[in-house]
């Protein structure tokens, strides 16, 4: 590979030349400096501000800015301001073996094919390729993951149907855009899903690590089991699925931002025993609390996406129909919610009695409060996703 580094723009990278391996007994290359990489072509152009995380295969990834400016033309005057993005490093010598440089080909090609510009994509700007290392400089999704989110107390208070329903229009579309492009991601899950975005009401869902993502044309079937298994499909574990994998991962996560617990919990953490309780889970749970307090629309939306035959499982693009027109009346009315992905429960003359933060105590008395609330008038909004032959119904008024 030589001495230099050499700098690559996204749209190259689909012809990518073969990836070296070096000689580690003749890279002997620091790996460190001061904390932060130190390849020249790479610190010329960028200015590593500190450690964002590290990633599997000894993955490190940071986040630095751009050393030249760039112009934003505002109403009121026009401004530089340095771009900012991530840098995902990946040391030759934590690749082993020669699958795993296969591996890192392969998610430089998938990501090159992504549909750029997209806003639930992570994009790839630019790759260095030096002696030591392979440098992805890409959008920088600096307000956490779906993960970092949920694991924190008031997530389930702030987390109303209406707001799920917006984190799961926004994966769905990602998932329909990957399909559309003819790639699979085949590993989603609340730590692959970032946040971007400087106000809480504008900050946008992005998928993100595309090492396990493959390309797939029609009718193709895989039989490698890759992912993380607490998400993978029934078919996986099977080792006989295609594209239909990637809508039951979205599921999984759909239901986990409703009620906070998997849908088939495994007796372990081990691969055997979340494998049993997928294969042998049959219909989620639906049943049990908090669930009776969520919208009927919600159950059938993550039923459907948690069909274990995934010939009758529907695909991202008719989900996304069903979550548009959702989507559609969230911009018409102005409303309180205690409780709606389908499911709208306003006023015309006066908002809820009591606020979002009191959902517990609603539980408790099972839903009392909200029964016993007297309305100048509601209305009940909701989709239905039954399946029939011709895909999934319209809007139904009640």
């Not at 030589?2 to 749209?11: P, V």
């Not at 959902?359 to 209305?379: Q, Y």
Request: hydrophobic share 40%.
């Amino acid at each position: 590979m030589g001495n230099a580094c050499c700098a690559r723009s996204a749209a190259a990278v689909a012809s990518y030349p073969p990836l070296g391996v070096p000689d580690w007994t003749e890279a002997g290359v620091p790996l460190f400096r001061e904390g932060v990489p130190d390849h020249p072509n790479v610190t010329e152009r960028y200015a590593f501000e500190g450690l964002l995380g590290t990633g599997g295969s000894g993955a490190v990834v940071w986040i630095a800015a751009s050393k030249s400016t760039t112009s934003a033309t505002t109403t009121k005057r026009r401004r530089r301001r340095r771009l900012r993005v991530a840098c995902k490093t990946i040391y030759w010598n934590s690749l082993r073996r020669t699958e795993e440089v296969e591996d890192l080909r392969r998610e430089l090609t998938v990501m090159a094919s992504l549909p750029r510009h997209h806003p639930a994509m992570v994009r790839l700007h630019e790759v260095y390729e030096d002696e030591a290392a392979v440098h992805l400089v890409m959008d920088l999704c600096g307000r956490g993951s779906l993960a970092d989110r949920m694991v924190e107390r008031r997530w389930f208070e702030w987390c109303t149907e209406d707001r799920a329903a917006r984190v799961a229009w926004e994966l769905v579309e990602a998932v329909r855009a990957l399909h559309e492009a003819g790639i699979m991601h085949r590993d989603l899950k609340p730590e692959n899903l970032m946040f971007s975005g400087r106000r809480a009401e504008q900050q946008q869902l992005k998928v993100i690590d595309f090492g396990f993502a493959t390309s797939f044309g029609p009718g193709e079937i895989f039989r490698d089991e890759v992912g993380s298994f607490p998400y993978m499909a029934p078919e996986v574990f099977l080792r006989s699925y295609g594209p239909a994998a990637d809508v039951w991962s979205a599921g999984i996560i759909v239901y986990l931002i409703l009620c906070g617990r998997h849908p088939f919990p495994a007796p372990d953490d081990t691969y055997m025993g979340q494998r049993k309780a997928t294969l042998r889970g049959g219909a989620a749970d639906v049943e049990s609390h908090p669930w009776p307090l969520i919208s009927g629309a919600a159950k059938s939306l993550v039923l459907a996406m948690l069909e274990p035959d995934p010939t009758r499982r529907p695909t991202a693009h008719q989900l996304l129909g069903t979550l548009t027109c959702v989507q559609r009346f969230w911009k018409v009315f102005q409303y309180p919610v205690v409780s709606c992905v389908a499911c709208i429960i306003f006023s015309s003359s006066q908002t809820l009695p009591f606020c979002l933060s009191d959902r517990a105590s609603v539980a408790e008395d099972g839903g009392d409060r909200l029964r016993g609330t007297c309305f100048t008038w509601a209305c009940l909004i909701f989709i239905d996703v039954r399946y029939k032959e011709g895909g999934y119904t319209d809007l139904w008024w009640y």
